[in-house]
């Protein structure tokens, strides 16, 4: 009861400050189903304060910084994240069920990112164009001004990381919209960050419902740039409303990612990374491996070792820090259950299943892992993606029908190939219609350093590495005309 008291605030001008409408939202752990803190439920109003706040820093003591001097504070925000890794890597496991290990890992990863911008800060220009006689002609990279950024539940501090991260070091000045089901680490981080030195607006968090507070930044008229992540249809509605004022948006919608095994791979190497690019997060991962291709001279060999993995996956509480932690949330459990109904109805073959520890408190929103086999392209199961942790197989007979299957999808974030044949490699790579492909690996969270993002409905833009630092500035090109 006493927990239940813990009341989060927003975080505006380097100030918690209560929202608008007075009214909170409880937060779940979901491993054990309980509430055990609230946040503020911000809107319109607290959004619309938020934006100002970021304006005057964006025109004010954040934008008159020099780039050396942003990436110091990038620099010292780093180092503070990292001495607290621990304590945001509980706050983080509480709020979303990711196992410990898995969230110290996003620690280090979200520590990473401001270490790596911070370097970048200074480092981002222009050019020279040659041009007639009598003109030198610049182009300058200048910050949007204002960008608004709505992260989802999955990855809090990573997909903050590289979003926040990067704007900052550009020059923007940030409003950040967590997600409902998760913003614990955030707002811990956020603090960390007026302590480095960001200066009053230069970052703000506002948490709320997505119809409300996520609606509102999409909408408002002072945002000069958005990046979302989360699902397609959210997407569409954030690019719909940020249209409204011809702004513009990144998208990083998710995927139904192939990992495409040939009979020649070296499958020691090869399955522990298939199970888990699909367990890691308990599929709750935008770039999770979902859909596993196995050539028919190596399918029963591959596909038995996967059950027999599969078989001894455990699901259990974050704190245990097994396999899997639970789902985010009893609706998202319900709508891996709804897939899975699905299979079963369809008579597909459940080829191997985890299990769920039997102390794992009975409010819990566990979902034992399923490896499904023999998945038809045309089946809902093959084509969309279920965020949880189920693996659909599928056999093909040549490398022309893998490369068919791997792109027989909506989405194209990322795929994975596994084959020792180096051509082979090469033609899969260059065909396969992704944001990312790796070869012999798979880089699922990873790559702090490696642009990432979709085509098709995965969506559009890029974010992470140094490639990010673009589309969170415009360019200006002046022409100077001297003769
Ligand atoms: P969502 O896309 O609705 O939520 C993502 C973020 O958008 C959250 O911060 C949410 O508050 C915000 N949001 C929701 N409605 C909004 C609106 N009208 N305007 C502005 N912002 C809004 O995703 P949800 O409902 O939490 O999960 C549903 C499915 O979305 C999942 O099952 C999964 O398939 C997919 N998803 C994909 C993610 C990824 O990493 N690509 C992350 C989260 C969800
Ligand atoms: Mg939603």
Redesign the pocket.
Known sequence: MLQNSVRHQLFIDNKQTPAASGESIQVVDPSDGQVFAQIARGGAADIDRAVGAARRASVGAWGVMTAVERGRVLRRWADLVAAAGDELAHLESRDTGKPMRQARADATAFARYFEYYAGAADKLHGQTIPYQNGYTVMTIREPHGVTGH??????PMQ?FGRSVGAALAAGNACVV?????ACLSLLRAAELGAQAGLPPGALNVVT????E???A??EHPGIDHIS????????R??AQ?AAGHHCPVTL????KSPQIVFADADLEATLPVLVNAIIQNCG???SAGSRVLIERAAWDQVLAQLAERFAALRAGPASQDLDLGPL?SE??RQ?VRDFLAEARDSGLELAGQGTIVADAPPLGFYEPPALLASVPSASRLFQE????PVLVATAFDDEAQALALANDSPYGLVAGVWTRDGARQMRMARGIRTGQVFVNNYGAGGGVELPFGGVKHSGYGREKGFEALYGFTTLKTIALRHD
């Open positions: 709505i992260i989802p539940w999955n990855y997909i919209k967590p997600a409902e089901d709320g419902l997505g119809p507070a996520g609606q930044l999409a979302f992540t989360g699902s397609p249809d959210t997407g509605r954030v409303a990083e919608l998710g995927g709750q991962t935008c985010i609706r998202q709508r993606e279920i965020f949880g």
